[in-house]
């Protein structure tokens, strides 16, 4: 497999479960009761923000680290699913085929 010059994906990979572990923190110190979650999470709500903060980084670089995997171009960009879940014409699948799916997920 080839991955693209100058990009690590075992650093990209490890940065991304750094993110996931400081936001699995927060969610482990929540009590996983549905009437107790929601006041544990608003008595921090930093906590909160940056457990959202964290996680949306990890996947972020998980995503990354795809592109990178498959020796794609990284896009500069936050919008990384576009190019994985729709072709050009909004259409399920990808013009390359080492993306192509064949059907849009949760359709």
Known sequence: MTTMPGRDPKLALDSADSF???????????????????????????????SATNLTLAVEIYLKTLYILLGLQVPHTHNLAAPILWTTEGGPGSTDPRLRRSRMPFS
């Open 20 to 50: 996931r572990s400081l936001a699995g923190r927060f969610v482990s110190s929540i009590r996983m009761h549905v009437n107790y979650a929601w006041q544990d999470a608003l008595a921090d709500l930093g906590g909160l923000v940056a």
